[in-house]
């Protein structure tokens, strides 16, 4: 297929005029994430946009006297940046659901839903997400009754703004289609009830997903434009790659209808969805890639154990604020030992979500069991989030070749309550970039959107001070674990590319790669690292073309 398609491209640049086939790049400076040339001045890539050189504008410009120019002036280019683990659906429904951060009480929620409600088809599900019950001046959970008034026939579910709660309306509560009420509970989650046992409407961490059973599956068109809006919205913070950590067959043949159609703006690779059809297909007929460079499925996403805020993640001893509780585990290890080798046997890259020390003590096991003797190799088997680490499991990554795919805003995300589920202690292998660094690990750097925001240059600033946006607290919590703003912009580039096999062709900006990269107004490693929030990206490019542009 490569080689039909470099013909293909070598019959077009033949018809074109000499003066269309190269564009010299110039800007203040060029961080190419390159060892054998770290800084340039200047980039040339053809029509294909793939890039035939770096060094000095003067250099450049007179190799190729007749390019294309583009002057970026005082701009800093960098590779293109890579979120090594997102979710790219449920980014774009973030768009299809109503807004309610910041509301400031019940009546503008429902004034925001009914705006919202006016371009919906009758009867579909209305969904929000983003209330924040202590903004209100009533800090007390709402109930269905609320919501009932206005919508007493369409169903509606709204997320808390920090997706562990969600907030049901009678409608939605009759579409679960199983009795609420009583005293039962379901496994890591809370149904709120009343005096007379009968649901509020309010429900907790795992019971949310009661509800969610209940949403009707999206049609391929509203797919489709899920995925289009969530690989927009990427672009415009400066990604030219994505992770997209756990997708079933049915999104990527919507993927690959975008991917046929020219409609990737970006690169997307994706995790098949757990030991199922995607897997099936992928062990059938092999890693897959799209002709167009845009998308490529050659992984399964694997679950071990739940999340640290609802006390889900696995937990080697109790949860320090919950004598008794160890976590749970989503996958049984036996389970976990069963699809991994079966990845294994498919030549399939395996990366599983572990969050506790149990948890990540389970996946390492199991990757060395399954692996054997090829944890020597190039596998690449990765761990998403490996955000608790025993002592002793510390070391092991490096060890057995597991890539640490970590997410730096989680850590500032958490680090309210995180001490105080695990205690002084355990919070030592937590977060822990730097130690994981030194040790010799690879760290693949992502986000986790929509859990977090899509946006890179926040995951740059946390890695790299561990402080909130208001710079709380001064110099960093737990600052030992910072990284360096190269390292962390490295993370987001050419170690993730590396964790999605894709090194050999961006990830750094180098001859033969891949012209993908961002213009930046301001220089991610000459600003103060404070600043990293701040910077401006200017625009975006794929193949050597603009996805997005600053206005
Ligand atoms: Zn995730």
Redesign the pocket.
């Known amino acids: 297929m490569r080689a039909i398609r470099i013909l293909l491209s070598c019959t077009f640049l033949l018809a074109m005029p000499a003066a269309a086939q190269v564009t010299v790049l110039t800007a203040a400076r060029i961080h190419t994430m390159d060892a054998a040339r770290p800084r340039a001045q200047a980039m040339a890539f053809d029509a294909n946009g793939r890039i035939l050189a770096l060094g000095r504008s003067d250099e450049l410009l007179a190799r190729y006297p007749q390019a294309r120019r583009i002057e970026a002036g005082p701009a800093t280019v960098v590779p293109g940046l890579i979120d090594a683990?997102g979710?790219v659906s449920g980014l774009g429904a973030t768009h299809l659901s109503a807004d309610l951060v910041g509301t400031t009480g019940k009546e503008e929620v429902i004034a925001r839903l009914r705006a919202f409600a006016r371009e919906l088809p009758q009867g579909a599900w209305l969904t929000g997400r983003g209330w924040d019950q202590n903004d209100w001046s009533e800090q007390r959970f709402p109930t269905a009754a609320d919501l009932d008034a206005a919508f007493p026939d369409r169903p509606v579910w709204l997320e808390r703004i920090d997706g562990h709660a969600g907030w049901a309306n009678g409608a939605a509560m009759r579409a679960v289609g199983r009795d609420l009420s009583g005293n039962w509970q379901p496994d890591g989650g809370r149904i709120e009830r009343g005096a007379d046992g009968r649901a509020t409407g309010i429900f907790v961490d795992a019971a949310m997903e009661l509800v969610y059973k209940a949403i009707p599956a999206p049609d391929d068109a509203t797919l489709e434009r899920m995925l289009s809006m969530g690989m927009q919205d990427a672009v415009e913070h400066g990604l030219t790659g994505v992770h997209d950590?756990g997708v079933s067959l049915r999104e990527l043949e919507a993927y690959r209808r975008l991917a046929d159609q020219d409609r990737m703006p970006l690169r997307v690779d994706a995790m098949a969805d757990g030991d199922n059809k995607a897997l099936a297909w992928l062990c059938e007929h092999g890693p897959y890639a799209h002709a167009s460079g845009r998308l490529q499925m050659r992984a399964v996403k694997l679950y071990a154990d739940g999340a640290l805020g609802s006390r889900g993640a696995a937990l080697l001893a109790d949860y320090s604020d919950d004598a008794g509780n160890r976590g749970l585990l989503v996958t049984s290890p036996q389970d976990l030992q069963r699809i991994a080798a079966k990845a294994h046997g498919c030549g399939l890259q395996v990366a599983t979500?572990a969050i506790g020390d149990r948890g990540n003590e389970i996946v390492l096991d199991t990757y060395e069991k399954v692996l054997g003797a090829a944890t020597a190799g190039d596998h690449r088997w990765r761990i998403?989030h490996a955000q608790v680490l025993a002592p002793q499991d510390l070391p092991r990554l490096a060890r057995l070749h597991v890539i640490a795919s970590m997410q730096p805003t989680h850590a500032t995300s958490d680090m309210p309550w995180a001490e105080e589920r695990l205690g002084a202690a355990r919070i030592d292998g937590a977060y822990a970039w730097r130690k994981l660094r030194d040790s010799g690990a690879r760290l693949a750097l992502g986000s986790?959107f929509p859990?977090e925001s899509v946006d890179p240059r926040l995951g740059l600033y946390a890695a790299t001070t561990r402080e909130d946006a208001e710079g709380k607290p001064a110099g960093g919590w737990h600052p030992e674990d910072k990284l360096t703003p190269w390292e962390a912009l490295r993370g987001f580039t050419l170690d993730a590319a590396f964790a999605g096999f894709d090194e050999k062709e961006v990830g750094s900006l180098a001859p033969g790669k891949h012209a993908d990269f961002v213009i930046l107004a301001e220089d991610p490693l000459g600003i103060p690292a404070e600043q990293l929030r701040q910077l401006t990206v200017q625009s975006t490019w794929v193949d050597g073309r603009p996805v997005y542009e600053r206005k």
């Open positions: 683990h979710h950590a979500h998403e986790d859990v």
